[in-house]
């Protein structure tokens, strides 16, 4: 940090409410509670917004006091380089990291961007993910996405039905680049059964078929849909003990701990030979911004997590013609002071 004025940490914990139920294998999310780190020094304020991971509970009222336990450490002055050491990866440390690189850019008089050594941001072709429900019912709401260029389908391991439910929707989008997503809600047998309808509804990405852990069951299965790693792979250290299943990545800033794993995070994955992948747990735009950026070293975004809120903060992120783009003003820019 370049200010030497004490740095003063606020925490509190809010509870998004979802615009509807939103299913996925074994889960039905109604609302979404989120740790917000704001950290003030001088003029400058930095802030950060996470979920945590649900999976691994690793949930916000967690979140909440395990930052509060690191009051004093916080307000002493933290870099992102000691973050890394001192909390694993996780919902606590994607917060205070992304308060802290908002903080550092601002004090620093440079936009986050800048600050990571990327040149400006570009507008991002993202997914628009529809949650698992009746066949008919998710071809009606992948047509509401009117000027999707990309759709993610939920599935629950239902074979049968989720081979009903994509072939609804490929019937009426029948140009549009889909991905699916298990939500480890397969096991061999009928991973087997489903390739082949993924295959003729020219499906580009299947995510995460098996259960965390069981990555074995993988083994010998014809890659003939790239297989992308959320779950399975949570962080940095998992990226170099898990890879050799799968042959894409998805990297949320909620799993591995923060923008500054995640850059890393992509960086590694490349030299694997992996392609890169970033998602979100339902947040606000204030969480998409962050991985915004980590974005732009992606092969696919997936960055629609504002659109299944009752409410978004505002400024917000900003969705057209099949694009994300993320206005300087969300987060990150030197100009927006306390």
Not at 203 to 210: G, I, N, T
Request: charged share 25%.
């Amino acid at each position: 940090m370049i200010q030497t004025d004490r740095v003063k940490l606020v925490l509190r914990n809010e509870l998004l409410r979802l615009s509807e139920p939103f299913r996925i294998s074994g889960h039905v999310f109604e609302a979404s509670p989120v740790t917000l780190v704001s950290l003030q020094q001088g003029h400058a304020i930095g802030r950060g917004e996470a979920s945590g991971v649900y999976y691994t509970r690793d949930e916000p009222s967690d979140m909440l006091r395990t930052l509060e336990s690191m009051r004093d450490r916080i307000e002493d002055g933290l870099t992102r380089e000691d973050l890394l050491e001192l909390l694993p990866p996780g919902g606590a440390r994607n917060a205070l990291d992304c308060a802290l690189w908002e903080l550092e850019a601002r004090v620093a008089g440079m936009p986050a961007w800048q600050l990571a050594g990327m040149g400006k941001p570009k507008p991002l072709t993202t997914t628009f993910t529809v949650g698992a429900d009746a066949p008919e019912v998710m071809a009606q709401k992948s047509l509401g996405y009117t000027h999707a260029r990309a759709i993610k389908l939920k599935l629950t391991g239902d074979v049968d039905l989720d081979i009903a439910r994509l072939q609804a929707v490929r019937a009426v989008r029948p140009d549009t680049w889909i991905g699916v997503d298990a939500n480890q809600g397969y096991v061999p047998d009928t991973l087997q059964r489903l390739l082949p309808a993924l295959v003729e509804a020219k499906v580009s990405l299947l995510e995460q078929p098996c259960r965390r852990g069981r990555e074995r069951e993988l083994d010998g299965i014809d890659r003939v849909v790239p297989i992308a790693a959320d779950e399975s792979i949570l962080s940095l250290a998992e990226l170099e003990e898990r890879a050799q299943w799968f042959d894409v990545v998805n990297i949320k800033l909620d799993k591995c701990g923060g923008l500054t794993e995640g850059l890393l995070m992509a960086q590694r994955a490349r030299e694997m030979g992996l392609k890169v992948m970033v998602g979100n747990m339902v947040g606000t735009s204030l969480a998409m911004a962050p991985a915004f950026l980590l974005g732009q070293f992606c092969d696919i975004v997936d960055l629609d997590g504002p659109l299944f809120l009752q409410r978004d903060r505002s400024p917000g992120v900003v969705y057209f013609d099949g694009y994300v783009d993320c206005p300087a003003s969300v987060w990150g820019s030197p100009d927006v002071l306390l």
